[in-house]
């Protein structure tokens, strides 16, 4: 079991930076993949950035890839999201998630953070 407590969002303006942070419990969870997902109002639930377990692969959704970067602290039980270069379409709810293997899929990930809230003005 892996509870997860995402932090780390706010208003910020465009072109601004932010840094999420996700922390788990749980003795496995050096052992899972984690995952970045956002879900806008009135829009599913989508895929930003995966990291396998030992930060060896990582995978990113083309609308964030070279502005957002993904990272984790296996000591720190922490898995972070860089994001840099925010625009008004990356407002969203921010959710982490852990899975046992690297993935894009929403419907693959076993354990779900409350998400926070990010919000980016024009």
């Known amino acids: 079991q892996v509870q997860l407590v995402e932090s780390g969002g706010g208003l910020v303006q465009a072109g601004d930076s932010l840094r999420l942070s996700c922390a788990a419990s749980?003795?496995?969870?050096?052992?899972?993949?984690m995952g970045w997902f956002r879900q806008a109002p009135r829009k599913e639930r989508a895929f930003v950035a995966a990291i396998n377990w030992s930060s060896s692969a990582t995978l990113y959704d083309d609308s964030v890839k070279g502005r957002f970067t993904i990272s984790r602290d296996n000591a720190k039980r922490t898995v972070y999201l860089q994001m840099n270069s925010l625009k008004p379409e990356d407002t969203a709810v921010y959710y982490c998630?852990?899975?046992?293997?690297?993935?894009?899929?929403?419907?693959?990930?076993?354990?779900w953070g409350q998400g926070t809230q990010v919000t980016v003005s024009s």
């Open positions: 749980g003795r496995t969870f050096g052992s899972y993949a």
């Open positions: 998630a852990a899975t046992a293997s690297l993935s894009r899929l929403v419907r693959e990930y076993d354990y």
